[in-house]
């Protein structure tokens, strides 16, 4: 499937010239591999791929023995690999780096040889396992890849107009007018199957929920195993956290509770769990800012946490049982906006989850305050503008999932705030509008902020 980090990947090869690696870091099942292999074949002469996930420990072995002997080291990848490499036409790959850390740390020796490109690939790549007794390579670039974006979704079901139009829209500030419908039906198809390539596929080629369904249920088995395989002695704090998180999304305040998982639990106690599945990117954190200025990263207060799934069709196949409902039935009712539920978690995931596939780090604005009403207010979203001035640099956002909502916090936020915020936006179902200095959004020009 077509991937925009594929011109990320064509980018470095053509700046870098052999003079850095490059890492591509992201959840399991998101594609790193089919997307590198992709890569590889269409722009090399020859490549070699060496899945760590499957190498034998001789391989591995390699990477301690003969670190200083590369002609011997890339002679053997050659012979196993049967694979004859030709220098500075050919790339080798090392997938599922972090089963390797050595083959990770060699990058150094591997990238100054100068002979061949390099692309790793790898998952929980910073957890302590990982990367214990060994020396980060500076020569290695990172880039973070993410579940299929809104746009990669209309690409796999054929469409390569409608978002172009979208932005030109956007661009413009324009409503989407007839064409608001057809963007919505598309994104709450989005909203359903997700951005898992797997799930995808399916949904392209059966157009059948329940074959969706059971995709995304293997994923989440998948991650499941993997939190028993590595969390190590966090395995019982990031399993309770994984289990809670459909849970805590649906309540109306969304910061996470750690009260729900066991009395008197401390956020020390659990800070590392968190660090866990957000580093496996399986969830994405958001953090409070205690002031909605430039500097949100100084501000965070990193004890109120709102935790949100990578990926929205995860959380749908998370949140509910098959038995309880049938999977047909579920999905045509959240097609139709007729599910009974607070859909409130389901768009709110799917923003952060946007915004973080454009490169936003995630920020929301709480203040509580019983002596004063007009210091009260909850925030969805802060994110900082493209060009930092010396003023109004924050945006705030507001999701509405309903048709029938008010404005307290963000009119609130707007005035005690206002040397520091600007355009006031709302997240909605409905088209593109500014009406009395708030600009409405639908759900599906998210990711052109």
Same mark, same amino acid.
């Given at each position: 499937m077509k991937r925009k980090i594929y011109n990320e990947l064509l980018k470095w090869k053509n700046e870098s010239n052999g003079k850095s690696a490059i890492l591509i870091e992201g959840a399991r099942r998101i594609g790193k591999s089919y997307i590198v292999e992709e890569f590889a074949r269409n722009e090399y002469d020859s490549y070699l791929i060496v899945d760590f996930s499957k190498a034998p420990n001789v391989v591995k072995g390699w990477f301690d023995d003969y670190l200083e002997e590369l002609d011997t080291l890339l002679?053997?990848?050659?012979?196993?690999?049967?694979?004859?490499? %030709?220098?500075?036409?050919?790339?080798?790959?090392?997938?599922?780096?972090? @089963?390797?850390p050595r083959a990770r740390e060699a990058?150094?020796?591997?990238?100054?040889?100068?002979?061949?490109?390099? /692309?790793? =690939?790898?998952?929980?790549?910073?957890?302590?396992?990982?990367?214990?007794? /060994?020396?980060?390579?500076?020569?290695?670039? =990172?880039?973070?890849?993410?579940?299929?974006?809104?746009?990669?979704?209309? !690409?796999?079901?054929g469409d390569e107009m409608l978002m172009p139009y979208i932005r030109q829209q956007f661009d413009s500030q324009k409503a989407m007018a007839d064409f608001h419908r057809r963007a919505l039906d598309y994104f709450r198809q989005y909203l359903v199957v997700g951005g898992m390539p797997q799930a995808v596929q399916t949904f392209v080629e059966s157009h059948d929920f329940q074959k969706v369904d059971a995709v995304k249920r293997r994923i989440l088995t998948l991650y499941r195993n993997d939190i028993h395989k590595y969390a190590d002695n966090e395995e019982t704090h990031v399993t309770a956290i994984f289990d809670e998180l459909p849970g805590q999304l649906q309540k109306h305040e969304?910061?996470?509770?750690?009260?729900?998982?066991? %009395?008197?639990?401390r956020m020390?106690?659990?800070?590392?769990?968190?660090? !866990?599945?957000d580093d496996a990117k399986i969830? @994405?954190?958001?953090? @409070?800012? %205690?002031e909605p200025n430039i500097g949100l990263r100084l501000n965070e207060d990193r004890t109120t946490v709102k935790c949100y799934m990578g990926d929205t069709g995860l959380l749908i196949s998370h949140a509910f049982n098959a038995k309880t409902i049938s999977t047909h039935e579920l999905h045509q009712k959240l097609m139709f906006d007729k599910l009974e539920i607070n859909e409130g978690m389901l768009v709110e995931n799917i923003v952060a989850q946007m915004l973080r596939t454009s490169g936003h780090k995630l920020f929301f604005f709480s203040k509580s305050s019983n002596e004063d009403s007009e210091a009260r207010m909850e925030i969805d979203f802060l994110i900082t503008k493209p060009s930092l001035t010396s003023r109004h640099n924050i945006i705030p956002l507001e999701v509405k999932s309903g048709k029938n909502y008010t404005l307290n916090s963000l009119n609130k936020c707007m005035k005690k705030f206002s040397e520091y915020v600007m355009q006031p936006t709302v997240i909605h179902s409905g088209d593109f509008r500014i009406e009395n200095g708030v600009r409405y959004l639908p759900f599906y020009m998210v990711p052109i902020l």
């Open positions: 002679g053997n990848l050659q012979l196993r690999y049967k694979k004859k490499l %030709t220098p500075r036409r050919s790339l080798i790959v090392f997938d599922e780096v972090q @089963n390797c990058i150094k020796a591997l990238v100054a040889d100068g002979r061949y490109d390099y /692309i790793e =690939t790898g998952s929980l790549i910073s957890i302590k396992k990982n990367v214990k007794d /060994i020396l980060i390579p500076s020569e290695e670039e =990172t880039i973070e890849m993410f579940p299929m974006d809104f746009e990669e979704f209309l !690409w796999a079901l969304k910061k996470f509770t750690l009260s729900s998982l066991e %009395t008197d639990a020390r106690d659990y800070a590392d769990a968190f660090l !866990w599945l969830i @994405n954190c958001c953090y @409070n800012a %205690t």
